[in-house]
């Protein structure tokens, strides 16, 4: 072990024991989770359920942090003084904060917690930083996975996040909203396509907005959507969740607030042109004759001449008509090559077979998002824009952060770090405490979200 690597063990040790002992609690104040903002330095090692080290000391919150935490039900934390940080938060008195502290943790359990933070000194020991970035980089998670960890996380006795969050009232209120919504759009596309009648974009987005900003992040819009896949419907509750996914896309991309408006505004509408299909064809289950398929295929165009008329932004029109386009120029109705397909098209394809592919349908169950990954890893690094396609796969992945999945040979683990290098292939904590990197294991693959 290397000076710097010894120090490190020793300084964090002592901030454990003395934060332990409740003295090291100079220079920080107790923040509710829901006023944190990213860039606030954690000042005691934040620990879920008693044992299980979420983030340690001295680590540096983003947004996805922030969203974990919510996630384990942390109500606040203890941040380094915000008066250094130049940001000024209301302090919660010592006395309303004595629940949410890690009671339970003993000694041992803490002393345990200390063990699994040999990848993260490896990474401040690389670059002699303050704050530990564990969601990042796939080389720390080599280190972690030599050493077994010794804190035991009980993950086949309690409910998953899944079924946390869809037993939820949060859940339920988003699918009443989600299915009123998906009513109001089904009226307001086919009142565009039988009547022409003008498109009012702000009206139409307006309630998906306010759905959206109702979850508080972007993974919580991506967690909901995760549980809404039962709508076996093609188009409408197809484009609703294109025009969600297309939202939260465009704000990972940090897109300003009125382009993330429209490219919401590109999903929404984007196959309102299967309107014009025969249902039957849209709904055949089975093979599609060759005349089946050119009807289904000309839908771009379809939307286009719908759309064309209309008073309304560009990127909108060009999204109905360039969607199914692939930079390669292997895709429909024009074959464009990457440079002249519509960028707010490019972003709504990459979201339209996202989509497609997770969700279930009448003749088969959706595929599992880790294998989608796996697919456009495979494929589709050429079929879509690469800095769009990277910046979707790393946040999807992020979004299932300590979610409960289970492998092809029926062995359930819990998602813990990403593995950049191969998305689709994370590091899992696996029931009995060890460590699986899926990354090195030829034919294990992630089956299901549990
Ligand atoms: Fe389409």
């Known amino acids: 072990m290397s000076h710097v690597k010894q120090r490190l063990h020793f300084s964090l040790f002592f901030g454990i024991i003395l934060t332990y002992l409740g003295l090291g609690g100079?220079?920080?104040?107790?923040?509710?989770?829901?006023?944190?903002?990213?860039?606030?330095?954690?000042?005691?090692?934040?620990?879920?359920?008693?044992?299980?080290?979420?983030?340690?000391?001295?680590?540096?919150?983003?947004?996805?942090?922030?969203?974990?935490?919510?996630?384990?039900?942390?109500?606040?934390?203890?941040?380094?003084?915000?008066?250094?940080?130049?940001?000024?938060?209301?302090?919660?008195?010592?006395?309303?904060?004595?629940?949410?502290?890690?009671?339970?943790?003993?000694?041992?359990?803490?002393?345990?917690?200390?063990?699994?933070?040999?990848?993260?000194?490896?990474?401040?020991?690389a670059e002699e930083a303050p704050a530990a970035t564990p969601d990042d980089g796939s080389d720390s998670s080599a280190s972690a996975a030599k050493e077994s960890p010794k804190i035991s996380v009980t993950q086949q006795e309690e409910p998953s996040h899944f079924?946390?969050?869809?037993?939820?009232?949060?859940?339920?209120?988003f699918k009443q909203s989600f299915s009123k919504n998906v009513d109001s759009l089904r009226a307001n596309l086919n009142e565009i396509v039988e009547k022409n009648t003008p498109i009012n974009v702000d009206h139409m987005i307006g309630d998906t907005m306010m759905i959206i900003s109702n979850q508080g992040s972007t993974f919580g819009v991506f967690d909901m959507l995760h549980n809404m896949r039962d709508f076996d419907d093609l188009t409408f509750a197809h484009s609703m969740n294109v025009a969600m996914i297309c939202n939260v896309f465009a704000r990972w991309l940090r897109f300003s607030e009125e382009d993330v408006k429209t490219a919401t505004a590109c999903g929404m509408m984007h196959?309102?042109?299967?309107?014009?299909?025969?249902?039957?064809?849209?709904?055949?289950?089975?093979?599609?004759?060759?005349?089946?398929?050119?009807?289904?295929?000309?839908?771009?165009?379809?939307?286009?001449?719908i759309l064309q008329p209309q008073n309304i932004d560009m990127h909108i029109k060009l999204s109905a008509l360039e969607h199914h386009?692939?930079?390669?120029?292997?895709?429909?109705?024009?074959?464009?090559?990457?440079?002249?397909?519509?960028?707010?098209?490019?972003?709504v394809a990459i979201a339209?077979?996202?989509?497609?592919?997770?969700?279930n349908r009448v003749y088969r169950e959706g595929m599992c998002p880790f294998r989608v990954i796996e697919t456009f890893e495979e494929e589709g690094f050429h079929k879509y824009e690469v800095a769009y396609i990277m910046k979707f796969l790393e946040n999807v992945v992020n979004t299932y952060i300590d979610n409960r999945v289970m492998l092809n040979d029926g062995r359930i683990g819990t998602v813990r770090w990403i593995n950049k290098q191969r998305l689709s292939k994370p590091m899992l904590e696996m029931t009995d405490g060890t460590f699986l990197e899926l990354g090195k294991e030829r034919g294990l693959r992630i089956d299901k979200i549990l």
Not at 273 to 299: V, W, Y
């Open 271 to 305: 196959d309102i042109g299967k309107l014009k299909i025969d249902d039957a064809i849209i709904k055949k289950p089975g093979k599609l004759t060759a005349e089946e398929f050119r009807a289904i295929q000309s839908h771009p165009v379809e939307g286009y001449r």
């Open 163 to 173: 079924e946390k969050l869809k037993a939820s009232k949060e859940f339920q209120s």
């Open 325 to 347: 386009e692939k930079c390669d120029g292997s895709g429909y109705p024009m074959k464009l090559t990457g440079d002249k397909i519509d960028s707010f098209a490019k972003i």
């Open 26 to 125: 100079y220079c920080m104040k107790h923040v509710k989770t829901e006023v944190l903002v990213p860039g606030m330095v954690v000042a005691t090692d934040v620990i879920a359920n008693g044992k299980q080290l979420v983030f340690p000391k001295g680590y540096k919150l983003t947004e996805r942090a922030i969203a974990r935490l919510e996630g384990y039900g942390i109500r606040d934390i203890r941040i380094e003084d915000p008066v250094d940080l130049n940001i000024e938060v209301e302090e919660i008195p010592e006395d309303e904060v004595a629940d949410s502290m890690p009671t339970a943790a003993s000694m041992d359990s803490l002393l345990s917690a200390l063990s699994s933070l040999d990848f993260l000194q490896e990474e401040r020991t």
């Open 352 to 359: 339209d077979i996202y989509d497609a592919m997770t969700a």
